[in-house]
């Protein structure tokens, strides 16, 4: 047990000093690329305002803490979600993770965007040219999750990133890297987690689209093709650490509040709150707050969550249904739907 709570030490001071690294990133809004990754998924985790880090398990938990994967409790964990997005995108998830016992939890994720068909347009046709293109943008990730003690558990994923629009394409990895403490200093039911994500090399756009027909002025050569040079871009990491505080009022009745600090390589730094009610572990009712003090109110669009759950037992099938409404200060607001089965 010494050596885990060492180990635990390690990897959570290596966390901080790497986190200390990222300044606030407020000054630098909308620097980064591949901002899909930062699209959260699940209607549970979204109605609790993004505070999910410490109090989710399984399959719920890839997206927000990977080490809680490992604490789930089904040998088989499916996940389906759909978010309509502000500007008529949609956002769609499929996750599945598999308890492989002592060599830890294994898990496959899936998101995508659907943004529809845009109008191609030229300088000389700017009102379109009667043709249309479609952006894709996903993420495919993989997992692994493990309990280090009854208490410890950790997780990383693996992501995969694509962005293509028409002729032109970028491609990357990331990675997220989580740690959790339940029962923290012997207190049932406080939990502490820290987590770092999107972290990875730059990405740049390259393809045939990037080709234009041009006549050097200082070339003797008339008119041929160059090709445009396009700027690597930075991933939108970010560090979080928060707690999280199980109340068991009695056998049918559960408080549940969590809290983080997320601070932002890319944005201005967040603090969120969440809190959810069970009962008889059945029916669930959940909000969430976000302030973000160092912007400006326009630049921080999203302010409050909250959501509602349903889980019901048929045919030895755990069967979790939930809902998520996420306010938007310019846009409409997103409804989140999901369904995850428990095998």
Known sequence: MKK?????TTVLMVLLVAGSLFADGGKRNGSAGATELLIPVGARGIALGGTSITNLYGVEA???NPANVARGQYGTDIMFSHNTHFADMG???AAITLNAGGLGTFGASFKTINIGDIQKTTVEQPDGTGG????????????YSKMLSDRISFGVNFNYISEEIDLVKA???SFDFGICYTNLANIEGLSFAVTMKNIG??????GSGLYIQATATDLTRGETLYKIDTMPFELPSLLEMGFGYKATLNAQNILTFTGIYQNNNYDGDMYRIGVEYGYD???FVRGGYINAPTLESDYNIYDYAFGAGVKYNMGGIDFRVDY????MKVFDASNVFTLSLGL
């Open 324 to 327: 998520a409404y996420r306010h």
């Open 62 to 64: 890839m997206f927000w």
């Open 132 to 143: 249309t293109y479609k952006p894709s943008y996903s993420v495919i990730g993989v997992t």
């Open 281 to 283: 572990d059945m029916f």
């Open 201 to 206: 090399p730059q990405m740049k756009f390259d």
């Open 91 to 93: 956002v769609s998830y």
């Open 4 to 8: 885990i709570n060492k180990i635990f």
């Open 171 to 173: 491609q990357g990895l």
